[in-house]
């Protein structure tokens, strides 16, 4: 090489000089658990499926999504989304609708008719499960993938359990349900129905290990003095019957008694039925009601009534009597002496369940507690090879936690089959608000689903919440904040100061060339997600 | 105009990147590509901000030059960091020769390329706020008053840096140096004294004159990319914090530039023929104080022997760069 002119020494480059040396901590990329995917009880990964949303990929985000939960479409309709409540956009201004993105994959891979990807190899294992809830199709889904074989006995004439038998139409329209259990059945999952299990131990001896999934059907009775005359029937059998060509007659002057979610839905399924009076009574105060305020408030809407601190006292023909109560120091509603009548022409009791365990009898080493069946971490009563989950066992009751239950139980059948035990990956540290840099998202607002009108909601079984388009599909995905997890923003390969970042490429995210990382730390203050850590050199 | 920003897709035109925008809307560093015009291994402080400037500016310079770019460089750390003889980290044919000329040499070989019929090749001058606005000031002025093809760019750390952080006529009022020490009843740099140099720039009537921010990269590489599209006498004025002079932890240059930015102090925006076209917003206004209060440099406004009614000085510094330049949108007024 010819030299510079004057130059006597030959001229180098900086690259020889390695300012790694310099540094007294390093940046190291991670992925932090975001908070929504924490809280969602069926463990999707929600940023995850987001992520593929937000670049207009639904398939691959409905594929993700599916491989936690297999009911994108019920879920994006009826699931409390727990998820929305822990999202750390919520702090920013409101929570990234994921519910209604949910639902908007779930009804995108209804009508484009998009399937399970078929297990390539057989086990050769059987399993059985007792019931056809989200429970039992859930652990049957997650078998069926791993490749078992695998036989759901269901005593009732059509699958879904209180998918099918509780919630009512005008929340999950059944061509939903179906398109997402058949799915499930394409899968090769043989579905037995009208057969009720009477005796597990018998029912699985031809199976190598067994789920049950029979959730809590036994309406719970409260003591009232009735007179022969009086129309009482519990919210369970009430809500069944909608199923069936004879609708329930209750009259035009219904009264519900309880305050959760069944109450609710009871109400506003009587309203539609053509009731003009829909009286919910509950004996505590609406800040106490176990029931959903979104759902509180859609029925009021309808024109639903709600007494409360008031218990009922005695049925009669055409007519409750009912005491008014108040709350004590505890919040726990006390009588006061004082009655007063109302008219009613049937009384529904939506008490809340119990379950039936009379399939359990004979089997040996079962622990049950309140009438509750016990099961371990692993979802395994104290019988081997008998596993249980959603309602049955002791939880919260929803369709979510029993279609989480549902695959954790599938996971540790599989590790059962195989002799060996489940170990669930650890859990990555948290990425709460206070790792994320927000100066970097755009102001957005979430997107409201529309809401059916409201002559439409008092009379029709028509579904009440409306999905979101493709647009505003899209806007919602791209609201999130992608917590804890990179989403290639380039940020840490822009920011740093010594080029010490290396970009591998769509989708293959990054690394640090530690050579001249001087360890400034800019790239993880600037990193918007919370997805780089500083940690100290060994020195 | 100005730079218009892409408002939603995520993280819009305010990350580096960003995989939803189209191609074409990306920035040039994030590109896999980007000439990364100062390369590793150079000896800048950790987060330096005026090393980071330096490669946004660049290296869109290059990219909007198609490669063809010669930079002349004053002394300076820039200069010093990263071309310590024989090595340097540049990726550009690159020149220095003293601390007060850059300009003039810039000239120079804007005058050869044109002699020798190179109209493709362009010229980029470059220095810190002390070779602008001090010892260059009377090159700099004459390469804008003869309208010389070049573009200077001022790498603003509003102190002498590389000589151990003297006083420039940059340094804003309060600002503790080795020269203006935090003694006295009006601690640290003097009230009312200084130049603006970007105003001076665009008093001189030249084609283009803009302001711009480490914080804000692709108003910055929009500037670049404008002023190199353009002939004759240009000016960019780059705000690049230095955590040693500052006193600021590595981690925050650009979370302090873009303090400055939000609270007013320091106004962006650019100007065709000295005429003012296009300003960047304000996007959540903060106090001076939220931009003074992490920097050791104006540690003695704050702590057991505060001088509120200094920071109520340099507020009102901040408020008149606000209505001056209508830094609030009406709306976020
Ligand atoms: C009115 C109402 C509204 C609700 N609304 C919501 C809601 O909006 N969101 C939500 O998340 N949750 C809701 N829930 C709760 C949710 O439906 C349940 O938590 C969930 O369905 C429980 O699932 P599972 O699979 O455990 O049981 P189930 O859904 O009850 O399914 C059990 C199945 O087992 C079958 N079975 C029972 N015994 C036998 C036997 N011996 N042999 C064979 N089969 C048997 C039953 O026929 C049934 O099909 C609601 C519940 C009700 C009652
Ligand atoms: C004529 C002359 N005087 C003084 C110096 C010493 N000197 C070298 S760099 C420098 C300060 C540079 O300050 P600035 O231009 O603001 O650049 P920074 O280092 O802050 O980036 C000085 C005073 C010199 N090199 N030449
Ligand atoms: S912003 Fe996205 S990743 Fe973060 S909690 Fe919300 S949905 Fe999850
Ligand atoms: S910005 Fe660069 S030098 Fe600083 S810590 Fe990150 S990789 Fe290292
Ligand atoms: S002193 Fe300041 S300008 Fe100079 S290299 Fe260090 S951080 Fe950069
Ligand atoms: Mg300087």
Known sequence: ?539 | MGFQPVKFYQTGTYTVGNRLLSPDQRSVQAGESRSNSINSGHRACQGCGEALGARYAIDAAMAESHGQLIAVNATGCLEVFSTPYPESSWQVPWIHSVFGNAPAVATGIAAAMKVKGKTEVRVVAQGGDGGTTDIGFGCLSGMFERNDDVLYICYDNEAYMNTGVQRSSATPPSARTATTMPVGPEPGNAFGQGKNLPEIAMAHGIPYVATATVADLRDLEYKVRRAMKMHGARYIHIFVPCPLGWGTASNDTIRIARLARESGLFPVFEAEQGEVTSVLKIRRKITVEEYLMPQKRFAHLFGSHPHPEMVARIQDIADRNIRKYGLLDEEAA
Request: proline share 5%; charged share 25%; net charge neutral.
């Open chain 1, 1 to 539: 090489m010819i030299k510079p002119f004057a130059i006597t020494l030959k001229p180098g480059t900086s690259l020889a000089n390695l300012t790694g040396t310099w540094r007294t901590e390093r940046p190291v990329y991670l992925d932090r658990l975001p908070p929504c995917n924490n809280a969602c009880p069926s463990g999707e990964n929600i940023q995850g499926w987001l992520y593929h949303a937000e670049s207009g990929d639904y398939e691959q985000a409905w594929r993700l999504l599916t491989e936690e939960n297999p009911f994108p479409a019920v879920m994006g309709r009826v699931c409390y989304h727990p998820c929305e409540n822990q999202c750390n956009r919520g702090k920013l201004d409101s929570p990234v609708g994921i519910n209604s993105v949910e639902r908007f994959l779930g009804d995108e891979a209804i009508k484009r008719g998009w399937k399970f990807s078929v297990p390539q190899h057989s086990s050769g294992r059987k399993v059985l499960i007792v019931g056809a809830g989200p429970s039992g199709l859930s652990a049957a889904y997650h078998l069926a993938r791993m490749g078992h074989s695998v036989e759901i006995q269901e005593a009732g004439p059509l699958a879904g359990g209180m998918m099918r038998f509780g919630i009512p139409k005008y929340r999950l329209p059944r061509d939903v349900l179906d398109a997402e259990v058949q799915r499930i059945l394409d899968l090769g999952v043989r579905l037995k129905l009208n057969s009720k299990v009477a005796n597990i131990a018998q029912s699985m001896q031809d199976f190598d290990a067994a789920f049950l999934a029979v959730g809590a059907h036994i309406a719970k009775r409260a003591y009232i003095p009735a007179g022969d005359a009086a129309h009482i029937i519990d919210a369970v059998s009430m809500l069944r019957s909608m199923e069936g060509k004879e609708k329930p007659m209750l009259g035009r002057r219904v009264v519900v008694y309880g305050g959760g979610n069944t109450a609710i839905d009871v109400a506003r399924t009587a309203r539609r039925l053509g009731a003009t009076d829909s009286i919910i009574v509950y004996r505590r105060t609406r800040e106490k009601m176990p029931a959903h305020d979104f759902e509180v408030e859609e029925a009021l809407q309808e024109g639903v009534m709600i007494k409360w601190l008031s218990t009922i006292r005695q049925a009669d023909e055409g007519q409750l009597t009912v005491e008014k109560m108040r709350l004590d120091d505890k919040g726990m509603p006390e009588p006061t002496g004082e009655f007063e009548t109302m008219e009613a022409d049937s009384l529904v009791l939506a008490l809340g369940q119990d379950v039936d365990l009379s399939l359990l009898e004979g089997v040996s080493n079962l622990e049950v507690k309140n009438g509750i069946v016990q099961v371990s971490d692993n979802m395994m009563t104290g019988y081997p090879g008998l596993f249980a989950g959603g309602d049955m066992v002791i939880s919260e009751r929803n369709v979510t936690v029993a279609a989480g239950h549902g695959k954790k139980a599938a996971r540790h059948i599989d590790a059962f089959l195989r002799g060996a035990s489940y170990e669930p990956q650890s859990k990555h540290e948290l990425a709460d608000y206070g790792k994320l840099n927000t100066w970097y998202y755009s102001d957005a607002d979430k997107t409201v689903r529309p809401m059916l009108d409201i002559i439409r909601r008092q009379t029709s079984f028509d579904e009440v919440q409306g999905g979101l388009n493709e647009t505003n599909a899209l806007f919602e995905a791209r609201r999130c904040l992608s917590c804890g997890n990179c989403f290639e923003c380039d940020n840490c390969y822009g920011v740093c100061p010594d080029n010490a970042v290396i970009k591998l490429g769509p989708g293959k995210r990054f690394k640090f060339n530690y050579d001249y990382c001087k360890g400034c730390g800019l790239c993880a203050t600037e990193c918007p997600c919370g997805a780089i850590k500083m940690v100290p050199e060994e020195i």
